[in-house]
């Protein structure tokens, strides 16, 4: 049997991704010789033995990157800094840091100068994910066909983003490595501003007087259900998420709210050909996703 | 066999809603005797015929509801004055004009001035629908388990009211009788709103700089991407549902923005039990619309 890619294996967190990646590496023993899981309950490490998705658990992250030649990071991106500085002591030499958060500038600020030299830090972002969350939301094909976004900082250690490619690769993914700064405006347009539009959607929903609040439920049509899907995330997770890319965040917010008062300015004074022009952008859009594939 | 419900159903406009009525129509013949349908082209009814989704068709609106006991306006609310005012002096006495249009005090405000005496008034919302339009897109259980606002107006003859909703709970739907500005007011927060809302941010994603445009198509992850579903619909029947929802449409997205800003101000000064807490009650209203299975 070929070398395995990393020996030993340790994912700091076990939810939707850290538990997908897992059940990967379990199945494909090429990748780690060795799997191991940390989390924040012992409960939660329990149920991945009994899940049989991790080799070994271990509840103190110190303790669970001993030994380790990848460290991957897969808990809230509020809760980098602090895990970064409970386990650096303890990564040995040559063992590759890398992480799955949505937000790359900030966990290169949080994690980045908390490391020992020696230590390669390859910051990552697979782009998958659905509304659910823990051990048990984890799957097989979570990754296959979708990108994951590699930012390694300039001058990272080539090998080990050659090595976290691989990783990516086996899993099923497309890479591609850019910038920290332009993945996040990125990521703030397709996906951070959309969930907070759906969040923000449902409050106005559940802020309406009694009456209309139950007939909302009663009649949710197609549109503001598929609101609700985006919005049942993991509260923990989002919030971490517009903390940590708050600048692009912002910026995207400020340019949507300016063209949705656009859009208000056309129905208030009847600009019938300024909305039609809109929806239709939005079509032209969403034929360009059919053809390559992400719809 | 059982008397049907009408003997000549005429359908003016046959895309996603008016051929999955005919569709059911030609199924159910307890529905209606014959099926009439009418369009704008002659193509989609030639179409029509090709499908075999109607008895007889007729490009002349006037022509088709001639002998009709029920004319079902399923065009977009835009059109509805025009073709009430050409329909109208060839309906025949007790004959029952309902719609399906997503807009109800319009409706009542465009149509119901023009029908003579002796014809029955009774406007529909079937709350249900896909992205696709156009008759190809109709299927027969498009309204199973889905609900069907009805909004005569007082007054309204009762018996004619009765068969529409037969003819509703035939096709599977959940009746409620509603005032109209109310159904307006419901609508406008859980279908129209988050039309809007995704119309704009495919502009907003189409308005950034070229490469920053490309990524966007390149990572679509979850959230923009059901965006998009959204925004494929058509751009005419939206178009005239914003103009004609105004009052309400307006009011709810002024609501909305304030909630946003107040998201955006609680994301840059760092509020995040403010931005959890509008999380979780994103997830609550996703668990009630679980609970009443509308998701």
């Known amino acids: 049997m070929a070398e395995p890619l990393f020996r030993r294996l340790v994912l700091i967190g076990i939810g939707l991704i850290g538990s997908s990646v897992a059940r990967i590496a379990m199945q494909d023993r090429t990748l780690a010789a060795e799997v191991v899981a940390n989390a924040r309950t012992q409960a939660t490490l329990d149920r991945v033995m009994e899940l049989g998705i991790a080799d070994r658990i271990e509840l103190d992250p110190a303790k669970a990157v ?8 897969c808990a809230p991106v509020g809760a980098y800094a602090a895990l970064a ?3 650096a002591p303890h ?28 230590v390669h830090f390859v910051p990552g972002h697979p782009m998958a994910g659905t509304e659910y969350s823990g051990p048990d ?9 979708r990108w994951c976004m590699l930012t390694p900082p300039p001058g990272t250690d080539e090998a080990a983003v050659a090595k976290i490619h691989e990783l990516w690769t ?6 591609e490595v850019v910038e920290a700064a332009h993945h996040d405006r990125v990521v703030a347009i397709v996906s951070h501003l959309p969930h907070l539009l759906a969040f923000t959607i449902c409050g106005t929903a559940d802020d309406l007087e009694d009456e209309s609040r139950q ?10 259900r598929d609101f609700t ?37 056309a129905v208030r004074w009847g600009d019938g050909d300024y ?21």
Do not use: H, Y
């Open 137 to 145: 939301s984890g799957f097989l094909t979570l990754f296959q066909g």
């Open 170 to 175: 086996r899993c099923g993914s497309m890479i």
């Open 275 to 295: 909305i039609s022009d809109k929806i239709l952008r939005g079509r032209a859009i969403r034929r360009s996703l059919i053809e390559l594939k992400q719809a």
């Open 229 to 265: 899907r985006i919005a049942a995330s993991d509260p923990v997770m989002w919030r971490d998420i517009f903390l940590n890319n708050r600048e692009a965040l912002l910026e995207m917010l400020a340019r949507f709210t300016e063209d949705a008062q656009a859009m208000a300015r």
């Open 91 to 118: 990564l040995a030499p040559g063992c590759i840091v890398t992480d799955v958060g949505s937000t790359k500038q900030s966990v290169i600020r949080d994690v980045g100068p908390l490391l020992p030299a020696g």
């Open 66 to 73: 001993l030994g380790a030649d990848c460290v991957m990071l």
């Open 85 to 87: 500085e409970a386990i």
């Open 215 to 224: 007939q909302v439920l009663k009649f949710a049509a197609a549109g503001f």
